[in-house]
């Protein structure tokens, strides 16, 4: 559906929107490598497998955004499209995803700003009527 970046002192802030959860972490994964690089420029044409685990939806968020993170980091790849399913069960939530994207490439995907890490920092994710937004501080 859409993000935007959040003001912020020193690091940058990102706040995502979805029809869906699902969707809503997704469009928080665009937010966080269009601070990296220029999403326009990336192809969906490899697939990485995401999964990760947690307590709640906000550490979810955390936790997908990281692991995404790290397959980057280890696969020297960027990443533009995103595809997951969030499941709960006993007060535990899952998430199945995959990440598209193509290696990583200096001239071609116009690099911008290194993301660290997303942070616990205006950890929020909530649902305004029929909509549902996350939101997060990136440490850059």
């Known amino acids: 559906m859409s993000y935007k970046f959040l003001e912020h ?3 940058i802030g990102i706040l995502a929107k979805g029809k869906t959860i699902e969707e809503s972490f997704s469009e928080g994964a665009k937010a966080m490598f ?3 690089v220029d999403l326009n420029k990336v192809k969906p044409a490899k697939t990485i497998s995401i999964e990760c685990k947690a307590d709640t939806l ?4 955390i936790e997908w955004l990281n692991e995404l993170l790290a397959q980057q980091d280890i696969h020297d790849f960027t990443f533009s499209k995103f595809e997951l399913k969030i499941k709960e069960n006993n007060n535990k939530f899952s998430l199945k995803g995959k990440a598209y994207g193509e290696p990583l490439d200096q001239k071609k995907h116009n690099i911008k700003t290194e993301v660290k890490a997303a ?7 909530w649902r305004k009527g029929k909509i549902y937004k996350t939101q997060c501080v990136l440490d850059v």
Do not use: H, I, P, R
């Open 119 to 125: 942070t616990y920092s205006g950890l929020k994710v």
């Open 34 to 36: 269009e601070v990296m």
């Open 58 to 61: 906000e550490n979810l968020f």
């Open 9 to 11: 002192q020193a690091d």
